[in-house]
């Protein structure tokens, strides 16, 4: 996809708000959680959840040993 946006008029206070209410930002987010958790799948948690709230609404971590690693994509 591309996306252009051109020069406004408008306030730019104005153009952030209104990206802000539009569904480019959502409220909420759907995120995928797998590995060595209790409920692995896809979540739709608050758009400012932080890892650990994605992982404790899977259930948290299983009991395990060794090198744990977190992805995250923007």
């Known amino acids: 996809y591309k996306i252009i946006i051109e020069k406004s008029a408008k306030p730019v206070f104005a153009e952030i708000l209104k990206a802000y209410k539009s569904n480019i930002n959502p409220n909420r987010i759907k995120v995928t959680i797998i590995g060595r958790v209790e409920s692995p799948g896809v979540f739709e948690l608050g758009r400012g959840a932080s ?24």
């Open 51 to 74: 890892v650990s709230e994605a992982i404790l609404t899977s259930g948290g971590l299983k009991a395990f040993k060794g090198k744990t690693t977190i992805l995250r994509y923007k």
